[in-house]
């Protein structure tokens, strides 16, 4: 079994991210900030006209790099962090209510935790170009399971002692504890930020 995430062309829009990069970090931002936080954010990044109107297609890649660049830059990196790990939440919030059918979503809550994960796995796998860009995405469905993201656009360019695809963690991590197991974790335990040559993400339950 595979379901759907997307139902755009993967030729097409390569170097494109769905637009929930850029709105759950608004959201997120907003929760947590204030109204201001997100204007003064988008406008470091240079994405002063998504103020008017969020997104509501694919969006360059290059747009999701320069908000997580921007985010670092006006919170520091443990705050930026946060927004964005919960920022990942509400995108697995609404993938589960828009994107991936309740039927699907039914059938994996009752399989065994590896059978839904190794069915999960491969629908992420068949739909990463949505999230990664031009990165790469990779996976290792044996326990403890690893989701694996070369040239991630959440830390490109960036140098940090610490992982910052928190974003991408928290996403995994809402469908995991939905879909596979509810007592999931998921924990970047290697990033490109830090010198890794990918970013790792590890679950386990």
């Known amino acids: 079994m595979a379901f759907q995430v997307a139902d755009v062309n993967e030729t097409v829009h390569r170097g494109r991210i769905g637009p929930n990069a850029i709105i759950r970090i608004a959201e997120s931002l907003e929760a947590s900030q204030g109204r201001q936080a997100v204007t003064d954010l988008f406008h470091l990044a240079g994405l002063d006209r998504y103020l008017q109107a969020m997104p509501t297609e694919m969006v360059d890649e ?92 959440m830390c490109r360019g960036a140098t940090a002692a610490e992982p910052l695809c928190d974003f991408y963690a928290g996403t995994f991590e809402r469908l995991f504890r939905r879909l596979v197991q509810r007592e999931s974790v998921v924990t970047e335990i290697a990033c490109e930020a830090n010198g890794a040559p990918r970013c790792v993400f590890e679950v386990r339950w």
């Open 62 to 153: 290059q747009e999701v790099v320069a908000l997580q660049g921007a985010l670092r830059v006006q919170l520091g990196i443990p705050a930026a962090r946060s927004v964005s790990r919960d920022a990942g939440l509400r995108t697995g919030d609404y993938l589960l209510a828009n994107r991936i059918p309740r039927p699907a979503q039914r059938l994996l809550s009752i399989l065994p935790p590896s059978l839904a994960c190794r069915t999960l796995i491969k629908a992420i796998r068949g739909n990463s170009w949505t999230f990664v860009g031009t990165g790469v995405f990779d996976a290792d469905p044996s326990y403890p399971p690893k989701l694996l993201i070369a040239n991630s656009p």
